[in-house]
């Protein structure tokens, strides 16, 4: 199994409570994330440990699902979910802080990947990579705009 571990750090000119707000709600991906065509919370109540949502990506000219449980959060500070099905194991997570008005955003992403997919790694984890720049470029401009 070959593991890939993205991480960057944006800040972003709105109050972090905004950017929490919209970073840890499922169906605001398709807005900022270039390959995920939808994505929806599946459990009832606000965004806690616990909760659950799909994501659908397209790559390769494939559509994939993955579900995903929310493994950590705390208000304003943290939020973690971890796939509990696809074909990717992935963590995605975003650590916030509030700083001169704005929010510094911290972003992860690890991702799992084995059979085919292992043997590609290496180019997998650059595309990767510039699409996780990418959509967090995209993030910060749909905030701050």
């Known amino acids: 199994m070959a593991e890939t571990k993205l991480e960057l ?3 972003i000119q709105r109050p972090i409570s905004d950017v929490f707000e919209f970073v840890s709600k499922a169906e605001n991906m398709p807005k900022w994330a270039g390959k995920i065509v939808d994505a929806a919370q599946t459990s ?5 440990v616990g909760t659950t949502c799909y994501v659908v990506a397209k790559a390769m000219g494939r559509e994939a699902k993955q579900d995903f449980v929310v493994t950590e959060c705390i208000e304003n500070k943290t939020y973690v979910a971890k796939s509990t099905s696809g074909p990717i194991e992935m963590e995605t997570g975003y650590e916030l802080e509030s700083i001169d008005g704005g929010t510094k955003l911290h972003a992860t992403v690890t991702a799992n990947m084995g059979g085919l997919m292992a043997m590609a790694g290496p180019l997998i984890a650059r595309k990767m990579k510039a699409q ?6 995209n993030l910060k401009r749909l905030l701050e705009s």
């Open 44 to 48: 009832e109540g606000p965004v806690d």
């Open 132 to 137: 996780f720049e990418k959509d967090h470029a």
């Open 9 to 11: 750090t944006i800040f």
